[in-house]
């Protein structure tokens, strides 16, 4: 059977983990749709806000040649990815907090520059916008993932994974990410993956390297969770393990109209704010 990416099963590190957290936190995420408006829901909150505007800081550099990738103003694009996250539309609700996470973003971009050998280097950049191959045809199921940074070793012509991480835990020895953006850059791009890295952009001055994965250990495993995935779409069955866990009980209140629409995403999402909703590990801010 040949593999159709019209409709097939596409999985990543985010829906993967929804689903292994909770199948129904899984559907609400990524398959129901507001009946109102027929867009996706998603929750804003003060991390993922700081998240993705370090994420799209960084990203910038990678566009640009070596020998200018340091003369761009990392700050500055910062600043304009942040102003897409203002106030509640970014999950703050107040200024003070606000300017604390924002504070936390300038921090680790200024740690990046004081401490960017690896980014100085060569660097592969994948053409495409949302990186992906057939995990399997057979099955019809898709992985994608956009990897954060790809440095390239002139003297091996090979490559090193970067995951820039902007939380304050560091991943699980069984996490699934590293597997993941490892089987994307071996399967998108000729070059062999000699290197992975968490850079833990809180505390960590460069990327601390992991072990690489084993390619057919982490295949089967993703195929197997990918097939769960698949069934579980085929049967219409994704219930909480618990009846009603920390993941999926917050996306179920925004159904029970308990939480404030504040904006709609650059993906078509309505977004949400539950005014509580904070770090995970973090049910304090100091000001």
Same mark, same amino acid.
């Given at each position: 059977?040949?593999?159709?990416?019209?409709?097939?099963?596409?999985?990543?590190?985010?829906?993967?983990?929804?689903?292994?957290?909770?199948?129904?936190?899984?559907?609400?995420?990524?398959? @129901?749709?507001?009946?109102?408006?027929?867009?996706?829901?998603?929750?804003?909150?003060?991390?993922?806000?700081?998240?993705?505007?370090?994420?799209?800081?960084?990203?910038?550099?990678?566009?640009?040649?070596?020998?200018?990738?340091?003369?761009?103003?990392?700050?500055?694009?910062?600043?304009?990815?942040?102003?897409?996250?203002?106030?509640?539309?970014?999950?703050?609700?107040?200024?003070?907090?606000?300017?604390?996470?924002?504070?936390?973003?300038?921090?680790?971009?200024?740690?990046?520059?004081?401490?960017?050998?690896?980014?100085?280097?060569?660097?592969?950049?994948?053409?495409?916008?949302?990186?992906?191959?057939?995990?399997?045809?057979?099955?019809?199921?898709?992985?994608?993932?956009?990897?954060?940074?790809?440095?390239?070793?002139?003297?091996?012509?090979?490559?090193?994974?970067?995951?820039?991480?902007?939380?304050?835990?560091?991943?699980?020895?069984?996490?699934?990410?590293?597997?993941? @953006?490892?089987?994307?850059?071996?399967?998108?791009?000729?070059?062999?993956?000699?290197?992975?890295?968490?850079?833990?952009?809180?505390?960590?001055?460069?990327?601390?390297?992991?072990?690489?994965?084993?390619?057919?250990?982490?295949?089967?495993?993703?195929?197997?969770?990918?097939?769960?995935?698949?069934?579980?779409?085929?049967?219409?069955?994704?219930?909480?393990?618990?009846?009603?866990?920390?993941?999926?009980?917050?996306?179920?209140?925004?159904?029970?109209?308990?939480?404030?629409?504040?904006?709609?995403?650059?993906?078509?999402?309505?977004?949400?704010?539950?005014?509580?909703?904070?770090?995970?590990?973090?049910?304090?801010?100091?000001?």
């Amino acid at each position: 059977m040949t593999g159709d990416k019209y409709t097939a099963l596409w999985i990543s590190y985010s829906s993967i983990h929804d689903f292994l957290e909770c199948p129904r936190a899984y559907f609400l995420k990524n398959i @129901y749709k507001n009946p109102q408006t027929g867009h996706k829901i998603r929750l804003v909150n003060p991390f993922l806000s700081l998240g993705q505007t370090v994420h799209e800081a960084l990203d910038s550099l990678s566009r640009l040649k070596t020998e200018k990738r340091f003369e761009s103003p990392i700050l500055a694009n910062f600043e304009i990815s942040w102003r897409k996250f203002k106030g509640k539309g970014g999950g703050f609700t107040n200024e003070q907090m606000e300017e604390h996470y924002k504070k936390r973003g300038i921090e680790m971009l200024s740690r990046v520059i004081k401490n960017h050998r690896s980014l100085a280097n060569l660097a592969v950049k994948l053409k495409t916008d949302l990186p992906h191959y057939f995990l399997s045809e057979e099955d019809n199921i898709v992985l994608c993932g956009k990897i954060d940074w790809l440095e390239y070793f002139p003297l091996t012509d090979s490559i090193h994974v970067i995951e820039f991480k902007t939380g304050k835990n560091k991943e699980a020895p069984d996490s699934l990410q590293l597997p993941i @953006y490892y089987l994307i850059a071996k399967n998108c791009q000729k070059r062999p993956v000699s290197k992975v890295s968490y850079w833990y952009l809180e505390e960590d001055t460069g990327p601390e390297e992991q072990t690489l994965p084993n390619e057919e250990e982490a295949r089967q495993n993703l195929l197997k969770i990918g097939k769960q995935i698949k069934l579980a779409k085929q049967l219409d069955r994704f219930k909480c393990k618990t009846g009603g866990c920390k993941q999926c009980q917050p996306l179920e209140r925004v159904l029970k109209g308990e939480a404030e629409l504040v904006g709609l995403s650059e993906r078509k999402e309505d977004l949400y704010l539950l005014g509580e909703m904070l770090e995970e590990g973090e049910k304090s801010v100091i000001l």
